[in-house]
């Protein structure tokens, strides 16, 4: 069977997603705004194009590979999540090779944090692994400078602490029977520090912070500084 024109073609937001890293509602955005012409013309929502066609965003025309490509790295601590050093700080992408320095990180973590960081040039499964809607879990393991009344276990637990930008609800679990130090946390939101801020409403410093989950993908038997190539599909 011949194939017909339009199944020659793709459309213009799923082909900015492919080589831009964007979602295909941040590229709808794009169009919708004007920032994006094909062949020389500014193009509306729905268009499709063609192999040989000449994209151009913002100035700048659209070139690369389509492939979609995701990367889990076991941050250490002492890592910024950014591509630009901050200060003499390090960043994770000197942690990787050159050619996966154009992969963009699902989510963050601060510096003094570790553990899972996903990576990947796919910006609809970055959009569903981030955006409040979707809720996806996240387990963290958590150590204190000393160890969590029961009531405040209660309080983080049962009815949530308030903090500048709206209550915190996180679950917890003990992680030893000999203190509690060390606890498990699981949770579905994803705000600035939060979990250290909702600690330190009640009086604690977090020590340490290690992300072990984040949705359906775990760190597994990734060493400290090493990634893995994956399939998250």
């Not at 997603?17 to 295909?24: E, N, P, Q, T, V």
């Not at 960043?91 to 050619?99: F, Q």
């Not at 609809?124 to 405040?152: C, N, Q």
């Not at 340490?208 to 399939?231: A, C, M, Q, W």
Request: aromatic share 10%; charged share 30%.
């Amino acid at each position: 069977m011949i194939p017909s024109n339009e199944e020659k073609t793709i459309r213009l937001n799923k082909y900015l997603a492919l080589h831009l890293g964007f979602s295909r509602r941040e590229a709808d955005e794009y169009i919708e705004r004007g920032y994006v012409k094909v062949n020389g013309i500014v193009i509306d929502l729905g268009a499709r194009i063609a192999e040989g066609d000449e994209v151009i965003v913002n100035g700048k025309p659209v070139t690369g590979s389509t492939a979609f490509e995701y990367l889990a790295l076991n941050k250490p601590a002492g890592y910024v999540c950014s591509r630009r050093s901050q200060g003499d700080l390090p960043t994770i992408y000197e942690l990787l090779p050159a050619k996966y320095h154009h992969l963009k990180t699902v989510g963050r973590l601060d510096f003094n944090s570790s553990g899972l960081i996903i990576l990947t040039n796919d910006g609809d499964f970055t959009y569903r692994l981030t955006h409040p809607k979707f809720a996806k879990t996240k387990i963290y393991k958590v150590r204190l400078d000393h160890e969590l009344e029961p009531l405040h276990q209660q309080m983080i637990s049962d009815y949530g602490v308030q903090l500048d930008d709206g209550p915190s609800k996180m679950s917890l679990e003990r992680l030893s029977e000999e203190d509690r130090l060390d606890w498990q946390v699981t949770m579905s939101e994803g705000r600035n520090r939060q979990i250290r801020r909702t600690f330190q409403s009640l009086g604690y410093e977090v020590k340490k912070l290690h992300r072990t989950n984040f949705g359906n993908y775990s760190i597994g038997d990734i060493k400290p500084g090493k990634y893995e190539i994956v399939d998250m599909r």
